[in-house]
């Protein structure tokens, strides 16, 4: 499975963006999807999962703001990521796992390349 990330940027506070995971192989229905942030000198952290039936789980850091889909004919996953804070600054990582959704990131075996977001003050 590879995993192909798009949508970093540079945005101001309060603003949107949206990440895409393209996902290469045919599982991609029955996977659970998951993104992932890392801010410089922190650990990384979870964000937000959704499992391929629908059941979705969020950062209570990005609860309200932050939505996780899926189009599983594409094979795609999307982050909508609103009313973003300076404090949302981070590399974003999506990532695949077929053990169902998880909010550890042990749990995913597959992961696309980092895409950075900067919120401005």
């Known amino acids: 499975v590879q995993l192909q990330a798009y949508g970093g940027g540079l945005v101001q506070a309060g603003g949107s963006l949206r990440h895409t995971c393209a996902a290469s192989?045919?599982?991609?229905?029955?996977?659970?999807m998951g993104w992932f942030r890392q801010a410089p000198g922190k650990e990384r952290e979870f964000v937000a999962t959704r499992g391929s039936r629908g059941s979705t789980s969020y950062a209570a850091s990005v609860k309200g703001r932050f939505t996780i889909s899926r189009h599983n004919d594409k094979n795609t996953a999307y982050l909508q990521m609103n009313s973003l804070k300076p404090e949302d600054t981070a590399v974003y990582f999506c990532a695949a796992t077929t053990v169902g959704p998880s909010n550890s990131a042990r749990a995913y075996e597959y992961w696309g390349q980092g895409t950075l977001v900067t919120v401005s003050r």
């Open positions: 192989a045919l599982t991609f229905s029955t996977d659970a």
